[in-house]
């Protein structure tokens, strides 16, 4: 089991890897590249006390590299999945549902 103090926030289901749009269009690994430099979503999994604005089972948008590297873990099913420390001052937007669509870099 994984626990949390302070501000720190966990969070499994970190966008990478291949998307596909709403509208089916699929979207290659940007994981690595220019045009992967974005802001990604996450489910918050865990939460310190001094991170107030979140909670268990909220999606977050988090900013681009404000996360650490993944680590494996058994959930309290005793699975095992991976996990991600993200910045509690980085999360740009919260929602109680996952979003519906990506987000594309329209920077370039």
């Known amino acids: 089991m994984i626990e949390t103090f302070g501000d720190r926030v966990i969070a499994t289901d970190l966008e990478h890897g291949e ?17 992967g430099i974005r802001a990604r979503w996450a489910k918050v999994h865990t939460t310190g006390e001094k991170a107030e604005l979140v909670s268990k089972g ?6 681009h590299g404000r996360w650490t590297h993944k680590f494996r873990e058994k959930d309290e099913n005793n699975e095992l999945k ?14 109680d549902e996952k979003p519906e669509d990506v987000v ?5």
Do not use: P
């Not at 909220?58 to 900013?63: A, P, Q, R, S, Y």
């Open 19 to 35: 998307r596909k749009t709403k509208s089916g269009i699929i979207l290659r690994d940007d994981d690595g590249k220019t045009h």
């Open 58 to 63: 909220m999606w977050v948008l988090v900013e």
């Open 82 to 95: 991976d996990f991600w420390m993200i910045e509690y001052k980085s999360i740009l937007a919260v929602s």
């Open 104 to 108: 594309v870099n329209d920077s370039i």
